[in-house]
């Protein structure tokens, strides 16, 4: 497994912007696809985002499409989330996840953070 650390959340203005981080370590990262997930009180947990570690394919949430970029920054380890024109549906806990060659599912997960944006 990865193991990965989230960091970045934070409360902002609708309309406004955040940059979340995932720093990623492991023997076998360098081969998974990453993930951004999201989770608000009493609702599912929804895809956001996904990169493949060599910055290649990557696919959005209809929620987020043109809004959010994911991308890495494989000299850091670190994977990112910036999230513009943010709207109050956009609160929720931020995860990041890896998922191994062939794998069905994410099934590495960091401990999340929280994006709150106001009205």
């Known amino acids: 497994q990865v193991q990965l650390v989230e960091s970045g959340g934070g409360l902002v203005q609708a309309g406004g912007s955040l940059r979340l981080s995932c720093a990623a370590s492991?023997?076998?990262?360098?081969?998974?696809?990453m993930g951004w997930f999201r989770q608000a009180p009493g609702k599912e947990r929804e895809f956001v985002a996904a990169?493949?570690?060599?910055?290649?394919?990557?696919s959005y949430g209809d929620s987020v499409k043109g809004r959010f970029t994911i991308s890495r920054d494989a000299a850091k380890n670190t994977v990112y989330l910036q999230m513009n024109s943010l709207k109050p549906e956009d609160t929720a806990v931020y995860y990041c996840?890896?998922?191994?060659?062939?794998?069905?599912?994410?099934?590495?997960w960091g401990q999340g953070t929280q994006v709150t944006v106001s009205s």
């Open positions: 492991g023997r076998t990262f360098r081969t998974y696809r």
């Open positions: 990169i493949n570690w060599n910055g290649g394919s990557t």
């Open positions: 996840a890896a998922r191994k060659t062939g794998a069905i599912s994410f099934d590495s």
